[in-house]
């Protein structure tokens, strides 16, 4: 079992930015795909970014592409998303994931969830 906590959310006015990281409860990091997913209030949970084991892959959502950077630092079983350039439809709870399958890019087939954190854009 592996536990996800991530960290970083808050509020902040669009334009803005912010940096959200999310630690895992594991020696084996680098076995796992990692991914963040984002979900609005009356919205279904949408996928947003992944990155692979190593983290020389990434992929992500259009809306956010140019804007949002995904990156992982094995060494300390963390990964991150920037997010830059924020907007007001970017407020959501932001999820982090890994995942166990030996595929990527990877927008669904998740095994591991983080409990979320709070992401607001103030126009």
């Known amino acids: 079992q592996v536990q996800l906590v991530e960290s970083g959310g808050g509020l902040v006015q669009a334009g803005g930015s912010l940096r959200l990281s999310c630690e895992a409860s594991t020696r084996t990091f680098s076995q796992y795909v990692m991914g963040w997913f984002r979900q609005a209030p009356g919205k279904d949970r949408e996928f947003v970014a992944t990155i692979s084991w190593g983290g020389g892959r990434t992929d992500y959502a259009d809306s956010i592409t140019g804007r949002f950077t995904i990156s992982r630092d094995n060494t300390k079983s963390t990964t991150y998303l920037q997010m830059n350039s924020l907007k007001p439809e970017d407020t959501a709870v932001y999820y982090c994931?890994?995942?166990?399958?030996?595929?990527?890019?990877?927008?669904?087939?998740?095994?591991?969830w983080g409990q979320g954190i709070q992401v607001t854009v103030s126009s």
């Open positions: 994931a890994a995942s166990t399958h030996q595929a990527f890019p990877l927008r669904v087939e998740y095994d591991y």
